[in-house]
């Protein structure tokens, strides 16, 4: 008895995520269409990308609140060097260059200089912002490549590509953190630094490498939401950085460090894109859309606290 219980907490929300969409398939028509569910998957792309970055740095004790600013900045650069006439493959590198040293800049800050991460990146999500106004006088960009526009809303059969992207992200990410020397520190320094220390684990390096994986997962998601829109916005997806917190911990990442969990992100990103379609298939009012997220933002932070046993601990 005591291990079904183990594993019903342990899968409570992939077993969530599994009971809502059985819900929503048998009370919702327009739910179970091709277009809805290819929508479906292809709405969780960004949100699960940036997610994979987050469950790094969250593990590590950290947090990266400038992630949508980083993707955003980052799009802006690569949409200016092609409308120039520079190539998809140049771009792209440039991108690459631009989140990892956004993400940098993020590491060596927290790591290095010992400050405290929500205000280093509360600081850097108003610079990336700025800098994406900057770059283009607070202009769109429009009109990108072909190839650009099938990787961010092209299928290949059923699936859509950044969603087959996506998947492949999910297994490298969980192998790494899983299965590599890398991910059992990151582990090991968001449970116990001084212990982590003590072990010859090089604390500071470790930290600063998982704000450039966030980094990383930044650009690819800035290059596969250029494709989805053909256009390059710089107020694009305000607040989207709340979403992905709030996908991480209620996956069963620890806001406290420790405790990772790579494919419980993706079961969170799916039940956040899963409420926010049945609030669009049910016509719910956008002004309600904002409460909603703060909900389940409230509530992610309660199950978090609750799972670490903070409360018992007071």
Aim: a positive charge; one cysteine or more.
């Amino acid at each position: 008895m005591k291990n079904i219980k183990a594993i019903v907490a342990g899968q409570f929300i992939f077993l969530f995520m599994v009971a809502f969409f059985v819900f929503m398939a048998v009370v919702s028509p327009q739910f179970r269409t091709h277009y809805n569910l290819f929508n479906l998957w292809l709405d969780a792309v960004i949100t699960g990308i940036l997610g994979i970055g987050m469950t790094f740095v969250i593990t590590t004790a950290g947090i990266d609140l400038s992630v949508a600013s980083n993707l955003v900045f980052s799009a802006m650069i690569g949409a200016i060097l092609m409308s120039r006439g520079q190539g998809v493959l140049l771009a792209f590198l440039v991108m690459l260059a631009v989140g990892l040293g956004f993400g940098l800049f993020n590491g060596v800050m927290v790591a290095r200089l010992k400050m405290v991460p929500f205000i280093v990146t509360l600081g850097t999500l108003s610079l990336g912002r700025g800098l994406a106004m900057l770059s283009t006088r607070a202009k769109s960009v429009y009109g990108f490549p072909e190839i650009v526009t099938r990787i961010g809303s092209g299928e290949i059969g059923f699936f859509p590509v950044a969603g087959l992207i996506m998947a492949f992200l999910y297994v490298v990410a969980w192998y790494v953190l899983n299965r590599t020397v890398f991910g059992r520190s990151v582990y090991l320094v968001g449970s116990n630094p001084r212990a982590a220390r003590l072990s010859g684990i090089d604390v500071e390096r470790v930290k600063s490498l998982v704000y450039l994986v966030s980094g990383l997962c930044a650009a690819i998601a800035a290059f596969i939401q250029m494709g989805r829109l053909n256009a390059a916005k710089p107020n694009m997806l305000y607040g989207l950085e709340l979403d992905v917190v709030s996908a991480v911990v209620l996956g069963g990442t620890s806001l406290f460090g420790g405790k990772g969990n790579i494919l419980g992100t993706l079961w969170g990103t799916m039940v956040i894109v899963l409420i926010r379609n049945a609030m669009v298939l049910f016509g719910v009012s956008v002004y309600y859309h904002q409460v909603v997220k703060g909900l389940v933002i409230l509530a992610a932070v309660l199950i978090d606290i609750l799972r670490s046993g903070v409360l018992k601990k007071r």
